[in-house]
């Protein structure tokens, strides 16, 4: 599976939009970009998943490059609730759902 | 649904002992997928099935690690004889696999093994 690349921590102010940042120069076409979090003391849990266009749902955004070597996962507004490891993953597109976890960036919100 | 359930939550055994641990996935699910999860090598993918077969063990650490999945609804991971080494969390996940299109892997809160 192709690597990605990500800041070890960030941090952000509550109430203020969080744009983290993901580095996958080396993916492929049948790669998916995806993005989990864990929470403290909790299983990760998907947050927004894309191939070529960018994607919103009720959690976040995801911004991705037109040329797809990297990616930006937006929150629109950091609550204290997010503070969490961010994970951006890359997976082949016939791989059972299969996800290969690197080191995440560690996000710190402070109030 | 109660989503994916793991236990025990919380195990402590001693060197050489072994140990199970047990994992349901979400009903319709049928893909699973074990992870453990230490601060020194983070999350880690042991074993995945699909349709209740094993698909790729290459994560599994070494002969004392097994898995099985005798039915849809049930997965162990048994470690025989447990060492320290093996002291970790370790999750349970599972997803809807439709071939082609991804699907999210959903959790389970995870059992964490103490071994002395």
């Known amino acids: 599976d192709a690597k990605t690349t990500q800041p070890n921590s960030m941090e952000s102010n509550e109430e203020e939009p969080v744009h983290l940042p993901c580095n996958h120069s080396t993916i492929s076409g049948t790669d998916y970009i995806h993005w989990y979090r864990q929470l403290p003391s909790q299983g990760p849990e998907y947050v927004i998943h894309g191939l070529t266009s960018n994607v919103n749902n009720r959690m976040a955004s995801l911004a991705i490059a037109e040329d797809r070597k990297s990616s930006t996962l937006i929150l629109h507004r950091a609550t204290l609730r997010d503070a969490a490891v961010y994970y951006c993953?890359?997976?082949?597109?016939?791989?059972?759902?299969?996800?290969?976890f690197g080191p995440g960036t560690s996000l710190s919100v402070i109030p | 649904d109660a989503g994916v359930i793991q236990s025990p939550r919380h195990e402590v055994t001693e060197m050489g002992q072994e140990v199970t641990l047990r994992c349901k996935p979400i009903s319709g699910h049928n893909s699973l997928f074990w992870y453990r999860q230490t601060m020194m090598r983070g999350l880690e993918l042991l074993i995945y099935f699909n349709n209740n077969v094993p698909i790729d063990d290459s994560g599994m650490p070494e002969d004392r690690f097994s898995a099985k999945m005798p039915n849809a609804s049930f997965s162990t991971l048994k470690i025989q004889p447990s060492e320290p080494r093996d002291s970790a969390v370790y999750f349970c996940?599972?997803?809807?696999?439709?071939?082609?299109?991804?699907?999210?892997?959903?959790f389970g809160p995870g059992t964490r093994l103490t071994v002395l």
């Open positions: 993953i890359l997976s082949r597109k016939t791989s059972y759902d299969k996800v290969i």
């Open positions: 996940a599972s997803s809807l696999s439709s071939g082609g299109a991804y699907n999210e892997q959903f």
